[in-house]
């Protein structure tokens, strides 16, 4: 069906009240091929939803995170489909939403490295920021402002650099990076669009979320995978940037769910998540190989500093001056207390939990490659 069929007759169309119209529960995620993306396809799966996702054209593979689901799709008819799209390209973002007519739509796509951003600057913006406005708009576009709930995913990255702590709904913004100042943008037409046209559209200040499925270059994950691969022998020595930074790292599977209750309530507003507690790269570092039986200790400052395992005087930990980041976010601690009290949303994962979970998931991984190659 050609672009003009789909949206011409949307001039036209009475969706209905609504309440009538949401009755449908069809949700659009952008992203869904990544770590958040996954997650919630499978919690709006299990809440009945009829879940659309846009994917990146790709030359490589890039939808393991839902290989579980599109195996489904293969054996009987699901209520999981993908679209090929991109958050730059508005013409596509309007054919889409003329095509499935979502009731909720979750914009989680972006380039979500901090430090990439520094190197991918204007892309970060156009995709980030502005890819936020042309999702927005596309809905304006097809008449369902008023039916359709918007979800953004903003970033305690907002925060940067530290103005007051626990950071909350009501702290003053001060990203650090392209990617926060983007990701700024984004917020902010966020709340215009919610004034100005009267949509339903929130805010998600989401602190770090992590879990197995995290990508590979963000922290924990690369910790968690090099302390499986160390502990097999095939890694001799795990490189890391700034082990001082503090973050507040909680479960994405418990993020995904706030995600979803802050589009069912009475009004939109914005909703910060996070655990309420703050924890050093270090701490993250020492925990994960506490996991695998050693025991790491700290010799030297800044670039000489080195973690060594006790037992054995080995240098497992160096650092890289590579990985640091011309800006620095130094510390993030998060207060969810709005959250728990109007949605009720209370983290179940803690850090322990999590560091285990992410170092058992990859030793997992690890061993059965080992095992595939001999
Ligand atoms: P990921 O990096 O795992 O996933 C990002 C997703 O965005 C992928 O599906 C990716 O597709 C897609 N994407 C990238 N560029 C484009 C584009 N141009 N058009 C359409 N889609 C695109 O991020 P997370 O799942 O961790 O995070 C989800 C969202 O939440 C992001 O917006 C992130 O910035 C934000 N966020 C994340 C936090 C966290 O701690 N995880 C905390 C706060 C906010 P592909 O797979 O093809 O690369
Ligand atoms: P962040 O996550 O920048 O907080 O953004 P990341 O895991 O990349 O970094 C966390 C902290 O660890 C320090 N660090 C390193 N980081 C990486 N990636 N690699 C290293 O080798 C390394 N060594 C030390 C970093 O300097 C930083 O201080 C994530 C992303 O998911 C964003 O999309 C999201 O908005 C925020 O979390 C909240």
């Not at 395992?309 to 800006?327: E, I, M, Q, S």
Request: proline residues 3%; charged residues 25%.
């Amino acid at each position: 069906m050609s672009l003009l069929e789909h949206i011409a007759p949307f001039a036209k169309i009475d969706f209905g009240s609504p309440e009538e119209y949401r009755k449908r529960k069809v949700a659009l995620i952008s992203g869904i091929t990544g770590q958040d993306g996954s997650y919630l396809t499978e919690l709006l799966l299990s809440k009945g939803y009829q879940v659309h996702g846009i994917i990146r054209r790709s030359s490589s593979f890039n939808t393991g995170r839902l290989q579980h689901l599109y195996a489904d799709q293969h054996e009987r008819p699901t209520k999981f489909h993908t679209h090929y799209g991109d958050l730059s390209d508005s013409t596509n973002l309007v054919y889409i939403i003329a095509q499935v007519q979502p009731t909720e739509v979750y914009n989680l796509g972006a380039q979500s490295h901090v430090k990439v951003s520094f190197e991918m600057a204007e892309y970060t913006g156009d995709v980030d920021g502005l890819g936020t406005l042309r999702l927005l708009d596309a809905i304006r576009t097809c008449g369902l402002e008023k039916h359709v709930r918007f979800y953004q995913a903003s970033t305690s990255e907002l925060y940067g650099k530290v103005v007051e702590t626990p950071q909350s709904e009501t702290t003053p913004f001060y990203p650090r990076s392209p990617y926060g100042v983007a990701k700024l943008y984004a917020y902010w037409i966020v709340v215009n669009y919610r004034e100005a046209y009267g949509m339903y559209a929130c805010n998600g200040i989401l602190f770090n979320h992590e879990s197995p499925r995290r990508g590979r270059t963000f922290v924990t994950r690369k910790i968690s995978r090099a302390v499986a691969e160390i502990s097999v022998g095939k890694q001799a020595c795990l490189y890391l940037g700034n082990t001082d930074a503090k973050r507040d790292w909680g479960h994405a599977r418990d993020y995904v769910e706030g995600m979803w209750m802050m589009l069912q309530q009475e009004q939109a507003e914005d909703f910060v998540l996070a655990t309420g507690e703050t924890h050093p790269v270090k701490e993250y570092v020492e925990k994960a190989f506490k996991v695998v039986g050693i025991n790491i200790k700290w010799q030297g400052t800044g670039v000489e500093e080195e973690g060594i395992d006790v037992a054995t005087g080995r240098v497992l930990v160096k650092v890289d001056p590579r990985y640091f980041r011309p800006a620095e976010v130094d510390l993030l601690h998060g207060n969810p207390a709005k959250a728990e009290k109007l949605l009720g949303w209370k983290r179940k994962v803690d850090f322990d939990s999590l560091v285990k979970e992410m170092v058992e998931a990859d030793l997992q991984a690890v061993n059965s490659l080992v095992e595939n190659q001999n």
